[in-house]
């Protein structure tokens, strides 16, 4: 059996891929925590918990000056200035930014969500983060926000405008998308031309907005594959000590065509230079 094998099964025992799903005709969202903590998106407005979120173990917009501000603050910087000189650099759709990982459980969501708060709480820039992960939405669960239409219902149906699943967050700058329900047909739907043009269109209208993607595991499902082409950067996350090498460089060569790939060792337990940062963050194409 292969490394990457090994790796998958690691992961399937561990139950971080989700076994066979039904697939009868459409799935319809079971996504979403239906517990009553859960905010019901209103008028596309809702407040998020922050205090949860810290407790959580996010970005405390109240502590700036904690380690893991600081880490967001050298893992953005890169990105930013690829934003700011991407078509001098011929980065086409710099501002569109996929976050994914090999595997399923290696940091993906938790980095989506503290660089979109970390860019959003300190830049001068508005963050829209969208939840790609079709498969296995986690950004809405994580962000406490309940069930409401998105990416796929958008993809799905042209009625369907960006305004009906953008929402509105209390932080003023930071809007969210949900991934919406499942879709026996995701992959289709992210690899289709409504798809291609959505991304087009956000990058083109929002030049000064950020736009982070929060992605499917490149090697269980295809969908990232497919999102990483329509991006102009992607950050790769690896799970320190867990992810095996070969397993890497098998993400590394599924993105060669990537304007934009950076690596982000995450869940280090060393002390690295720069608080562990400087160490696993890299540049590989372009
Ligand atoms: N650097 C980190 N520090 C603390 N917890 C982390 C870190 N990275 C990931 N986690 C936690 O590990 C778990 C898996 O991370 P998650 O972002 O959900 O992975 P993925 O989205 O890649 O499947 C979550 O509980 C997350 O909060
Ligand atoms: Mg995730």
Redesign the pocket.
Known sequence: MSIIENALKKANNQG?IEKNKPDDSLIESDNFTSDDDSIIPKDNQVVINWNVLAA??FIDHNDTKSQLAEEFRVIKRPLVNNIQGGEINGISRPNLILIC?SL????????SINLALSIANELDKSVLLIDA?VE?P?VSRQLGIKQSPGLIEYLENDKINFSDILLKTDLSNLNVIPAGKRHKYSTELLSSQRMYLFAEEVSRRYKDRVVIF?SP?LLVATQAQILAELVGQVVL?IAAEETPQNVVNESISKLANCDVVMTLL??TKKELDLYGYNYGYGKYGH
Request: glycine letters at 16%; proline letters at 10%; hydrophobic letters at 20%.
């Open positions: 971080l959580e173990g990982s399923p459980g290696e940091g993906k969501t938790f980095v992960d296995r986690s929060d595991p996350v995450n869940k």
